[in-house]
């Protein structure tokens, strides 16, 4: 099994949310899709991104996406894939000297419609580089086309106090775990957020395919960090029936998957 295959990625419109490496798995599995399964995949965002021009064969910023997608399928020629500018940014605007606009879920609903891409990679809510997240009342920006969602948090949290260090919005985890600020996170705490209506599956439709990640697993006991939140998570939700350990700056990313 390959990282694509383990957080059913392979195809659709596939969202990441939540915090500790959702830039960093949409790159990853740009880079591994196009090399494997989905030659035209898409990397875009429903929310503000960092520039990542570096990450993807080229950025289009334009208003018409699905235009510039069937320019960029035929090179003009009619022939599919004519030009190879795979995998293909998407954005809308520059909204300031660090980041790209998110397109409204509305037109991602029309690249997903179009046809033209096989795979549509959408950042739908941010977390200001923290590793542990959990959504405010505007998060996340989820398409109706979104096939998976893909929430995220690093292991690195488990063990550190609740605190903007490491946590964005660190009094929406504490409303939804009963902790208070400055305790210490417990596995259960991850998973209970992960696991959560107002944590990582907030908005997620009833056709939509979970598949929590968790993310930063760089030694023997970050790996048994995860496995404890997995195992718990694996037990709290409903929306869950599997669970992703992995560390996505690695050239293979796949640690585990617990079912």
């Not at 208003?63 to 022939?79: F, I």
């Not at 580089?129 to 505007?138: E, G, L, V, Y």
């Not at 056709?207 to 023997?220: H, Q």
């Not at 939700?237 to 700056?249: F, K, T």
């Amino acid at each position: 099994m390959n990282i694509l295959e383990a957080l059913r990625a392979e195809s659709g419109t596939v969202c990441t949310v939540g915090a500790g490496g959702k830039k960093t798995t949409l790159y990853t599995l740009a880079s591994h899709a196009t090399e494997d399964v989905a030659p035209r995949t898409v990397v875009t965002a429903s929310v503000r991104i960092p520039f990542f021009d570096s990450h993807v064969e080229r950025v289009d910023v334009t208003e018409e996406p699905v235009s510039a997608l069937e320019e960029r399928a035929d090179g003009g020629t009619g022939t599919s894939d004519a030009n190879g500018d795979w995998p293909l940014g998407l954005v809308p605007e520059r909204a300031d000297e660090e980041r790209y606009g998110g397109y409204d879920n509305e037109i991602i609903d029309e690249i997903d419609a179009s046809g033209e891409a096989d795979l549509v990679l959408v950042k739908a809510d941010g977390a200001r580089m923290r590793d542990f997240k959990a959504p405010d009342d505007h998060e996340p920006q989820l398409p109706q086309c979104t096939d998976t969602v893909i929430p995220i948090a690093s292991t690195h949290v488990v063990g550190e106090p609740l605190s903007t260090e490491l946590v964005h919005r660190p009094e929406l985890v504490a409303d939804i775990t009963g902790l208070e600020l400055g305790e210490e996170i417990r596995p259960a705490d991850v998973a209970a957020v992960l696991a959560s209506e107002q944590g990582g599956v907030k908005d997620v439709s009833e056709d939509a395919t979970v598949v929590p990640l968790l993310n930063k697993v760089d030694d023997e006991a970050l790996r048994d960090a995860g496995v404890e939140i997995a195992t718990e998570l694996l037990e709290r939700s409903d929306h869950v029936d599997r669970v992703v350990l992995a560390q996505m700056i690695a050239d293979d990313p796949l640690v585990d998957v617990l079912e």
